[in-house]
């Protein structure tokens, strides 16, 4: 390098403009040489002595300047062992400003890299050489110091580049990259740019590009997000060592486990609260969101309301409520299908007993009632015919049939009553014609003797006054009558009791005490003038 020359006068204007403004500008010290160091300041008083100590009270200009072209030169180096390499202070301005279009503005090297306090704190990095660099072995690199305005502004390709045992930046105030406002203790606006605002990078399996959070207080939390080797966002716990949340390389979300199968996979309970809580979910075939399905269906949520869970799809289709009396209400009809075992039905299970009873399909063809002891299908109806079968004794207050008035099938019903009996009684009956000797016999069903006991006859004459007596009471199935007159036609009706193995074990008891639990209840308290909850059939109360 070729040697520039002293300027003219140390007060005017010289003939070299290190930094290409014009006018000139004005320096307070001029050092220039092509083989070492154009300036060296050296001082031994501690505490306030200063190598090179630059001052300007203006409003504009530089207290010390320094100017490279090199791509490794330096403009201003600042060397300490212990203490602090370069320092610039400012009340309202800036302290230390370094600027290189395409090197490092701001290199500091040491056991704290840069230490910046002021009443906002704001790295403007805006554009490659050094600006400035300060290196310590065991102190500041660089510090800067501004009460009011900016402590270091670094404008480079790269804006501040801190190498050292610990890297810190000790902020008394607000951070701001991008912005000399921040309004946050580290703030970062990319304005109007779709570039990168904060990039944790690392190829390690965990923490090395995470970012980490911590509560000291009482009770402790620390907990981080990072970007995993297997290619998923992780949510961890630190203390626990345990993943809370996983967003995998497919997008698919896994809340306590790392291994999600499922858009949302949660191993363990889901909660939802407050007015609006429930579980919301489209039918399959319907595109997009239905905020009000009406009857068709298209939507469903699950909610709870006073105590009971509800189903709804426009209105509440289905409830089940824990309350007495309150069980599954279906608004509709309900379907149950046959499954593996041969019927479609529905057991009822008492908690002291267990399952007790059950109501569905004995068959293809017929539907009945189930019971556990020994009659089992007490009840079926065959489903076609309406042809209705009872194993066991069937109890009534009353009974009979109801059809189609014969005579005005249209307009009106025929209603009868059963024939009741204290017994269990069997009743035959018939017409015979006596011959010329007055005699007749009446032959009965093979089964009649089998079947029945103490018989009991009846006989009338028919078209004439005549009298009939029976001359052989049942044998072989059969008994005879005479008249006294010959050709007389003969109206005979038979009882008996029925004398079977089940009814032999099943007698009727015409008349019985009630039971202590049923005493003072009726079968039919209406009738008696007695409110419903007198009723023998409400001792287990239904309840709404």
């Not at 605002?197 to 907990?223: F, I, K, M, Q």
């Not at 007159?485 to 089940?502: H, I, L, S």
Request: net charge negative.
């Amino acid at each position: 390098m070729a040697s520039i020359g002293p300027p003219n006068t140390q007060e005017g204007a010289s003939g070299f403009d290190p930094t290409g403004e014009n006018p000139p500008v004005k320096f307070g010290v001029w050092g220039d040489t092509s083989k070492g160091h154009a300036v060296i300041g050296s001082s031994g008083k501690p505490g306030t002595g200063a190598g090179v100590f630059g001052v300007n009270v203006t409003t504009s200009g530089f207290g010390v300047l320094g100017q490279v072209n090199g791509d490794t030169a330096v403009g201003v180096a600042g060397l300490g062992s212990t203490g602090t390499g370069v320092s610039g202070t400012s009340t309202s301005g800036t302290g230390v400003k370094a600027s290189s279009p395409g090197g490092v503005a701001i290199r500091a090297e040491g056991d704290t890299g840069v230490v910046a306090s002021g009443t906002r704190i704001a790295g403007e990095f805006t554009s490659a050489g050094t600006g400035v660099s300060g290196t310590s072995t065991s102190g500041t690199g660089v510090m800067g110091s501004s009460p009011e305005g900016v402590a270091i502004r670094a404008e480079g390709d790269a804006g501040i580049v801190v190498s050292g045992t610990r890297i810190a930046a000790q902020f008394t105030g607000d951070v701001g990259i991008g912005t000399g406002t921040p309004e946050a203790a580290l703030e970062i606006d990319r304005g109007e740019s779709d570039a990168v605002a904060l990039h944790l990078r690392s190829s390690g399996p965990g923490w090395g590009s995470g970012l980490r959070l911590s509560n000291t207080a009482d009770v402790e939390g620390v907990y981080g997000t990072f970007a995993g080797e297997d290619g998923g966002w992780h949510f961890t716990d630190v203390l626990a060592d345990s993943d809370r949340m996983v967003i995998d390389s497919q997008g698919l979300i896994g809340i306590a486990t790392d291994d999600p199968r499922e858009p949302l996979h949660v191993h363990g309970a889901i909660h939802s609260s407050g007015d609006l809580a429930g579980l919301s979910f489209m039918d399959r075939q319907v595109d997009g969101y239905v905020a009000n399905p009406g009857s068709q269906g298209s939507r469903w949520m699950w909610y709870a309301f006073e105590g009971g869970a509800r189903l709804w799809s426009g209105s509440d289709r289905l409830s089940v409520h824990p309350g007495e009396g309150g069980g599954l209400d279906v608004a509709r009809r309900m379907r149950i299908r046959k499954g593996n075992d041969g019927s479609a039905g529905l057991w009822f299970h008492q908690n002291d007993a267990g399952d007790r009873a059950f109501v569905g399909m004995s068959s293809d063809n017929t539907v009945g009632f189930f019971g556990v002891g020994a009659v089992q299908w007490g009840m079926q109806m065959h489903v076609e015919t309406g042809v209705t079968t009872f194993v066991g004794r069937l109890e009534k207050l009353g009974g009979g049939f109801k059809i189609d008035h014969p005579l005005d099938p249209a307009g009106k019903y025929l209603s009868h009553s059963f024939v009741e009996s204290p017994r269990m009684t069997n009743l035959y009956d018939g017409t015979v014609v006596t011959d010329e000797n007055g005699d007749a016999k009446v032959v009965l069903p093979d089964y009649f003797e089998a079947l029945n006991r103490d018989f009991r006859y009846q006989l009338t004459p028919v078209g004439e006054l005549a009298i009939a007596a029976v001359t052989g009471e049942i044998r072989d199935n059969s008994f005879t009558i005479r008249t006294d007159k010959p050709g007389v036609r003969v109206c005979w009706q038979v009882t008996g009791v029925r004398q079977d193995a089940w009814a032999n074990v099943h007698r009727i008891v015409p008349e019985e005490e009630k039971p202590e639990a049923e005493r003072d209840r009726y079968l039919c308290p209406a009738v008696h003038g007695q409110s419903a909850d007198r009723s023998v059939l409400a001792t287990v109360t239904a309840g709404r």
